[in-house]
């Protein structure tokens, strides 16, 4: 129980991690605020659970297949550590960016002229970082929890996961809505700072796994 406990709180700050990255679906959920408020933010948040719960599903039937070889764990905890390593850096020099020039830190304009829910098919579909994401650090923790618990081990880590995704948009869009600015704030910054610390210690977790299971696979 109290490995799958520590579990679920990886995947929490994992995600927590991705979500507060800026990207698309974030500034399109700050540009329809205006209009819809929060439940802009819950519309948003829905369509991205249509396009990412099928892709979680379609990963962990395909990992599932090859669950009992040596070689899966190697290159999920490789890829997957690598993976939240680079994301990290990325978070890291945004903040600092964003920090140093505040004034530049205004999200782009995101046409907020469709329904929110086509927005978060769209913005989560057609997002690169999104797929990368979920074949490699996502990947990792789906190896994971079919190793804990099979598919319901699967069933319980997305919704650990996806929940954060809707009370991350459903708050920004509700702050946004009362004219808060969120990316450029420093409470923002630090805030991305504390979570991309957490990427490199799961990061470097995953990378000495690797290295362990690629010695006692020689």
Known sequence: MSTFLFFLGSVVLITASGALAPGPLLFSNLSHAQRWGWKGGLWLSVGHTFVELPLVILVAVGLNVFINNPLLQLLTAGFGGTALLAFAGLQIRDAVR?????????????????????????????????????????????????????????????????????????????????????????????????????????????????????????
């Open 98 to 218: 964003s920090n140093k020039a505040p004034s530049e830190s205004e999200p782009p304009q995101v046409s907020s002229s469709r329904h929110p829910l086509l927005a978060g098919l769209v913005f989560t579909g057609l997002n690169p970082f999104f797929l990368v994401w979920w074949l490699t650090a996502g990947a990792r923790l789906v190896v994971d929890a079919l190793i804990l618990g099979a598919f319901a081990g699967v069933l319980v880590m997305f919704l650990a996961h996806v929940w954060m995704d809707y009370a991350w948009l459903v708050s920004t869009a509700w702050l946004a809505n009362r004219g808060s600015n969120l990316t450029g704030s420093r409470g923002y910054t630090i805030l991305t700072i504390v979570f991309a610390v957490a990427l490199i210690y799961f990061g470097v977790s995953y990378v000495w796994t690797a290295v362990i299971l690629s010695g006692l696979l020689a």
